[in-house]
T-cell receptor, first 117, second 112 residues
Framework: AQTVTQSQPEMSVQEAETVTLSCTYDTSESDYYLFWYKQPPSRQMILVIRQEAYKQQNATENRFSVNFQKAAKSFSLKISDSQLGDAAMYFCAYRRALYERNEKLTFGTGTRLTIIP | DTEVTQTPKHLVMGMTNKKSLKCEQHMGHRAMYWYKQKAKKPPELMFVYSYEKLSINESVPSRFSPECPNSSLLNLHLHALQPEDSALYLC???????????FGPGTRLTVL
């Protein structure tokens, strides 16, 4: 079974600084998707970034980028120029890339990120 | 319209009540999901609908009954719930079964 581990229950960063959230996963599959979701206190889960395992290039979305290390099964999220609105619970998630049937998301336990003004 | 909406935002019900949660999307997505999320925990998948047909039921108790009347609407009917069912219930949708999921804001359910 696939597992996703986020070893940092809480992180904090000074506003405008850079922070990296860690995520590791365990799978025997070669093709899969990885995601980072953000859940602010308003509760809505928001997709931050997505990475396809077959792509070597790390995904980037504005201030958010990932460091995808397939051999190490590591998928960290870097947030640059941190803003107060980045404060949230961040979940790393994994999904197998099977197209003939639905596959569920496997979530990590989350990292709560606090932004210090 | 690029969002998933859920009603109500908050719901308080007794153990003998019958209530329903509603989820709606107008993005043309053909897969819809119900998740349950307890405080400080990740979401747990409950049900998946694909093309209005139930494709996954994660061994959810029968007191939770999902319904997908059309491609835009997903309901979760609640009956004879227990206090431990109190949680945030999240709805999500995706274009097809294997695309990324977009979540609604959730319904905070309290069972007394």
């Amino acid at each position: 079974a696939q597992t996703v581990t986020q070893s940092q229950p809480e992180m904090s960063v000074q506003e405008a600084e850079t922070v990296t959230l860690s995520c590791t996963y365990d799978t025997s599959e070669s093709d899969y998707y990885l995601f980072w979701y953000k859940q602010p206190p308003s509760r809505q889960m928001i997709l931050v970034i997505r990475q396809e395992a077959y792509k070597q290039q790390n995904a980037t979305e504005n201030r958010f980028s990932v460091n995808f290390q397939k051999a190490a099964k590591s998928f960290s999220l870097k947030i640059s120029d941190s803003q107060l609105g980045d404060a949230a619970m961040y979940f790393c998630a994994y999904r197998r890339a099977l197209y003939e049937r639905n596959e569920k998301l496997t979530f990590g336990t989350g990292t709560r990120l606090t932004i210090i003004p | 319209d690029t969002e998933v909406t859920q009603t109500p935002k908050h719901l308080v019900m007794g153990m003998t009540n019958k209530k329903s949660l509603k989820c709606e999307q107008h993005m043309g997505h053909r897969a819809m999901y119900w998740y349950k999320q307890k405080a400080k925990k990740p979401p747990e998948l409950m049900f998946v609908y694909s093309y209005e047909k139930l494709s996954i039921n994660e061994s959810v108790p029968s007191r939770f009954s999902p319904e997908c009347p059309n491609s835009s609407l997903l309901n979760l009917h609640l009956h004879a719930l227990q206090p431990e069912d109190s949680a945030l219930y999240l709805c999500a949708s995706s274009r097809l079964r294997y695309n990324e999921q977009f979540f609604g804001p959730g319904t905070r359910l309290t069972v007394l």
